[in-house]
């Protein structure tokens, strides 16, 4: 069984569009992340809840907004798309200690 | 702010050789440090998690030590093989944050 799963893996889409990722993570973890990983492969992180609760909230621009419905899912919508939107997003999941990555979510801004 | 190092950015070695890739942060007030695998368009592999109490962690050919005061971490790998080819990242955590290093890409030649 997959145990952080994201979907798309691939998103292509026009600058201006709205566009959402899904992610799910069937692990029974309290806390999830979204991180961005830009074109030198450098990871940073954006976002993190616990508990449905946001934790953390890095200098990222208000076009992007997470969702938690509930502890498994973490979903983030991205307004307006800009051509710097484009990179890897990943979404993560961790207890204590470990944390597990989804595949990653390929963004690509035309 | 938490910042994360790793040196070299890449390193290129023949089949067979010992290496040590290393990594060093600037806030010695952590709760773990992980060090993560990530092969081409592909998401993170979880290596070895070393809680801050801890100096070492051995998982078959790697071995990862951590040294809080000083604020570095190395990776050793053992005996490398081509498949071990690859971009190694090393991630500071603390609480509910975690931050990562740009990574080192790894060649084992043949």
């Known amino acids: 069984d997959t145990a952080v799963s994201q979907t798309p893996k691939y998103l292509v889409t026009q600058m201006g569009n709205d566009k959402s990722i899904k992610c799910e993570q069937n692990l029974g973890h309290d806390t999830m992340y979204w991180y961005k990983q830009d074109s030198k492969k450098f990871l940073k992180i954006m976002f993190s809840y616990n508990n449905k609760e946001l934790i953390i909230n890095e200098t990222v621009p208000n076009r992007f907004s997470p969702k938690s419905p509930d502890k498994a899912h973490l979903n983030l919508h991205i307004n307006s798309l800009e051509l710097g939107d484009s990179a890897v997003y990943f979404c993560?999941?961790?207890?204590?200690?470990?944390?597990?990555f989804g595949p990653g979510t390929r963004l690509t801004v035309l | 702010k938490q910042e994360v190092t790793q040196i070299p950015a890449a390193l290129s070695v023949p089949e067979g050789e010992n290496l040590v890739l290393n990594c060093s942060f600037t806030d010695s007030a952590i709760y773990n440090l992980q060090w993560f695998r990530q092969d081409p368009g592909k998401g993170l592999t979880s290596l070895l998690l070393?809680?801050?109490?801890?100096r070492e962690q051995t998982s078959g050919r790697l071995n990862a030590s951590l040294d809080k005061s000083s604020g570095r971490s190395t990776l050793y790998i053992a005996a490398s093989q081509p498949g071990d080819s690859a971009t190694y990242l090393c991630a500071v955590g603390a609480n509910n944050d975690m931050r990562f290093g740009a990574g080192t890409r790894l060649t084992v030649k043949p």
């Open positions: 993560a999941s961790s207890q204590v200690g470990s944390q597990y």
């Open positions: 070393i809680q801050s109490s801890q």
